[in-house]
């Protein structure tokens, strides 16, 4: 049974524009959530982060927002550049875990179109 | 920086062969993680440990083994490689506390071949 879903295999979006990558879950213990962009043959890499006590975190062009109510979390980056073009990843865990590894959706291709 | 190394970024091997993947990092992190990346499948655990000699399960555990004797080291072994283990190896790891507890560094990966 899947606790974090990315139901979007893929999504294209023009240069220039807004991606939207979403991500769902069914844990309410969750209350920590990544996002990790990965390039083909190399490992993910950390674009940025959430706590629930907070509904929005920005770092540049990168915002993730975060809905409780819905166990929604949502990744925006604008505005969209073709070096974006990766596979996203959405990750949670409950904190204070100590050891508890983090669980994965298995991702979306994101394709930005120049 | 955080810097996590796996010893290969690309391995063929036979059916049968036993297989080690080696990570590193450099960061004193105490917990580290081996995962396989698989088209469509996302990133499954295969298993994770706290600390030096500590071992856990992750999701799917068959087919390998697990050795951390020191705490920058964590390796993967394959006893018997088979076909089906033909994937990309991501290690990786983390430190429990901190300012970004859980917030896991990945190194570059290994792809294994298995024929």
Known sequence: ??????????????????????????????????????????????LISISSIK??????????????????????IVPSQPGDSAVYFCAASHLPSGNTPLVFGKGTRLSVIA | DVKVTQSSRYLVKRTGEKVF?????????????????????GLRLIYFSYDVKMKEKGDIPEGYSVSREKKERF????????????????????QSGGALPDTQYFGPGTRLTVL
Not at chain 1, 20 to 26: F, Q, S, V
Not at chain 1, 37 to 43: H, I, L, R, V
Not at chain 1, 57 to 72: P, Q
């Open chain 1, 1 to 46: 049974d899947q606790q974090v879903k990315q139901n979007s295999p893929s999504l294209s979006v023009q240069e220039g524009r807004i991606s939207i990558l979403n991500c769902d879950y069914t844990n309410s213990m969750f209350d920590y959530f990544l996002w990790y962009k990965k390039y083909p043959a190399e490992g993910p890499t950390f």
């Open chain 1, 55 to 76: 509904d929005k975190n920005e770092d540049g062009r990168f915002t993730v927002f975060l809905n409780k109510s819905a166990k929604h979390l949502s990744l925006h």
């Open chain 2, 21 to 41: 993947l080696e990570c590193v990092q450099d960061m004193d992190h105490e917990n580290m993680f081996w995962y396989r990346q698989d088209p469509g499948l």
């Open chain 2, 75 to 94: 390796s993967l072994i394959l006893e018997s490689a088979s076909t089906n283990q033909t994937s990309m190896y991501l290690c990786a790891s983390s």
